[in-house]
């Protein structure tokens, strides 16, 4: 899939996501155990009763994402990263980014997976 920076230059987004992960987990400190739990906090709170999801529910929580304001920070400093001029601050805003990413995709990945079940 291909995208745009702020600056207007074109970028295979597929591969620049794999770059910034590849990059992101050289010094990502955050265990697998504590992203998972966290990944079930933020179900129980969005999804409190697991078992009854109506579709409407499902259907709000699917179109969660991030606003356009942090879509453009997240291009900004994604740059800065792939050109290696990112400050500390910056590294540590762009995980978080990257960390509720993550957490979103896997919530709305399992969301999906509900309302496939329910609807064979």
């Known amino acids: 899939m291909k995208g745009f920076f702020l600056d207007g230059s074109n970028v295979d987004r597929k591969n620049h996501c794999q770059k910034l992960l590849a990059w992101q987990n050289k ?3 955050t265990t697998k155990s504590i992203a ?3 990944l079930a906090i933020w179900e ?3 999804v409190p009763d697991q078992r009854h999801v109506t579709p409407d529910q499902a ?3 699917l179109e969660i994402s991030f606003s356009q304001a942090d879509l453009d920070r997240i291009n900004e400093l994604s740059a800065k990263a ?4 990112l400050e500390p601050e910056e590294k540590v805003e762009l995980e978080r980014y990257i960390h509720v ?3 979103l995709s896997i919530l709305k990945a399992k969301i999906r997976g509900r309302l496939k079940k329910t609807t064979s």
Not at 82 to 85: I, S
């Open 36 to 38: 998972d739990l966290e």
């Open 27 to 29: 010094g990502m400190s």
């Open 44 to 46: 129980r709170v969005f």
């Open 101 to 103: 990413g993550h957490l």
């Open 82 to 85: 792939g050109e290696g001029t």
């Open 59 to 61: 259907q709000y929580l």
